[in-house]
């Protein structure tokens, strides 16, 4: 880390605990030193429920987390939470957030107890531009987090922060948020988005909720467009979701489970590889497609 950007950093530090915080930030820095170029993940998260079972899509998650080496820290766009501006969760400890309702008790039994990064999170409020970042001491990890990531790393090892979704802003606001994080996956810094592509719980065959692979015609299709959109590196049309026609409308209902794809595809560079996994449906209206580019 540059001198001039670490004085600048220190400003922004509350006078409480400073020498601790500033000694934590310093060796963090250091430790993030250029390393190889970590992959960034966009994973289909679906029902709460997958925290605890065993299915074709945990199966997925399990094996994706064995292909690359274990990162320093990870953070994550989850579509769980919408805010006014964007915030990055900055405690030490974060909590495990049950945010939903209706399910076994086993599931609100569920604690993902790993350590948060305050550092990571002036990292990130310093290289991103785009916004003004706020650094928040009152969220946590969400579902759209610790379900996905537990399956990662089930010893609850690695430090994480979460980066919120700025429900004001549209998907070019985001993807260019994105495009500034990159340099964090060259620092030992995994970048998860966690939603799902094609989402309409409205629309959810509750009927055919054990029928493997149900999917409406139009799920179908806008996520067959979204997949040909993302391999012939399309992303401008991603980003411009609601010119795609009426399955996509259907597929998209509302935004917030869809934009943590666009900073996932944001921070695609020329020469990545991208791997497709989980691509399968769920109960008519639900996609649980997943990437890994990179």
């Keep these: 880390m540059r001198r001039k950007d670490f004085i600048k950093i220190m400003a922004t530090l509350p006078l409480a605990g400073v020498t601790h915080k500033a000694n934590s930030l310093y060796k963090f820095s250091e430790e993030l030193e ?22 074709e899509f945990v199966r ?9 080496e274990k ?8 579509a769980h939470w919408e805010t006014r501006g964007t915030f990055v969760t900055a405690m030490e400890h974060p909590a495990t957030i049950h945010d939903f309702g209706g399910f076994p008790q086993a599931l609100f039994d569920v604690q993902y107890p790993a ?16 916004a003004d970042v706020h ?7 969400d579902h759209g ?14 430090p994480i922060i979460q980066m919120s979704i700025d429900y004001t802003q549209p998907a070019a606001y985001h993807y260019e948020i994105a495009q500034q994080l990159n340099a964090l996956r060259k620092k030992g810094v995994l970048i998860i988005g966690s939603g799902n592509m094609v989402h309409n719980l409205r629309m959810v ?30 992303h ?23 934009l943590p794809l666009i900073y996932t595809l944001g921070l695609q560079e020329k020469n990545d590889e991208l791997f497709l996994f989980n691509d399968n449906s769920v109960a008519g209206s639900l996609t649980m497609t997943s990437l890994k580019i990179g």
Excluded: C
């Design 115 to 130: 350590p948060g990064s305050p550092p990571l999170a002036l990292e990130t409020q310093r290289i991103v531009s785009k």
């Design 205 to 234: 065959a509750w009927d055919k909720l054990d029928t493997a692979g149900y999917a409406y015609e139009w799920a179908t299709i806008a996520n067959e467009k979204m997949k040909k959109f993302i391999q012939n590196g399309n």
């Design 71 to 78: 990162p320093k820290a990870i953070l994550v766009v989850s």
């Design 135 to 141: 650094l928040d001491d009152k969220w946590g990890l």
């Design 236 to 258: 401008q049309a991603l980003i411009d979701f609601r010119k795609q026609g009426k399955e996509f409308d259907l597929a998209i209902p509302t935004p917030e489970h869809y």
């Design 34 to 55: 250029a390393t190889d170029k970590f992959p960034v993940l966009f994973l289909g998260h679906g029902s709460p429920m997958n925290a605890i079972e065993d299915n």
């Design 145 to 158: 987090s610790w379900s996905v990531v537990k399956h990662l790393y089930p010893d609850a090892d690695v």
């Design 60 to 68: 997925g998650f399990k094996k994706i987390g064995q292909t690359f």
